[in-house]
Structures are given as structure tokens and as C-alpha cells.
């Protein structure tokens, strides 16, 4: 009897480790799937940009905060994540050059001042196009709005 519950005993802990081994695989999956797509967040992130350049030009208000909004929460998504790509920080950089800037926007747009709003989005762009420099993506331009192209992105060589 002793012996089966000791062979018993054995089972359950190998059958435990094995367990274990496999929930920490699932956990590890799981964490790599709430990870943003940097390029899909970007692009998202992007196309908000374009949208809050529109919403500014026509200085609605109630539209630009909509899209300040959702600005903030694609940036806080690759802060959350301390996105990494290819060695870059990326997430800690959007903590500390963009979101500082979609701060101060939305501060400013509380105002009513219209200039300072379009001063504090070139800041916020600004602050995009900063960030693309820092980590080797200097290629990256975005503008305010599109002008030439159905994009908000300049795409002539940068010297």
C-alpha cells in the first residue's frame, strides 16, 4: 500500500510539473498576443493624427476631443505593452515624447485658443516624427494632414 501511494505521490507531482510547465507556455502565448502590432497601431495612430488636423482646421471641438481620445489609448496601448521593436523602446518613447504632447493638446483645446490648438498639434507631430528619428526611422514624416496624397505622411527622400 505504502509503495502505491508513494508511485501515486510521484505521478501526481511529475503530472503537476508537466502542468505547470504548460499553463506558464499558455501565459507566455497569451502575453505575446495582447502585445500591439507596432505597424497597426502605428498606422491607426496615423490616420487619428490626420483626423485631429481636419477636426482643428474646422475647430469642432467635441470632434477633436473624440479624437484625442482615441489617440491617447493607442499610445497608452504600446506604453502598456513596453512595446519593444527591433532593440528600440518604443514604448517607453511614446511615454516620454508623445504622450506629454496629446497632454498638452487636449489642455490647450480646453481653452478655446484655436492658434495655440494648431501650435500644440505641429508640437504633437512634431513629437511623432522625433520619436521616428530616435529610433532609426527618420524616413517616417508625418504631417498634418494630406495635401498631395491621400496620406498625412510625406513621402520624398529626407536628407
Not at 514604448?91 to 493638446?105: K, R, V
Not at 501650435?119 to 521616428?132: D, K, L, P
Request: with cysteine; glycine share 2%.
Amino acid at each position: 500500500m505504502n509503495r502505491f501511494l508513494a508511485a501515486l505521490c510521484a505521478i501526481l507531482v511529475i503530472f503537476s510539473g508537466f502542468l505547470w510547465m504548460k499553463v506558464t507556455q499558455l501565459e507566455n502565448q497569451l502575453s505575446e498576443l495582447r502585445k500591439p502590432a507596432l505597424y497597426d497601431t502605428m498606422t491607426l495612430m496615423q490616420t487619428v493624427v490626420h483626423k485631429i488636423s481636419y477636426a482643428i482646421d474646422h475647430e469642432n471641438a467635441e470632434l477633436l476631443d473624440f479624437y484625442i481620445h482615441e489617440l491617447e489609448e493607442a499610445a497608452e496601448e504600446l506604453v502598456e505593452a513596453n512595446l519593444v521593436y527591433h532593440d528600440q523602446p518604443v514604448g517607453q518613447l511614446t511615454e516620454s515624447m508623445l504622450e506629454p504632447a496629446i497632454d498638452d493638446l487636449e489642455e490647450v483645446l480646453e481653452s478655446g485658443d484655436w492658434e495655440r490648438v494648431r501650435q500644440r498639434n505641429r508640437v504633437m507631430i512634431q513629437a511623432c516624427n522625433s520619436c521616428h528619428a530616435a529610433t532609426g526611422y527618420p524616413a517616417i514624416v508625418i504631417t498634418e494632414r494630406a495635401e498631395r496624397n491621400p496620406f498625412n505622411q510625406d513621402f520624398s527622400k529626407q536628407n
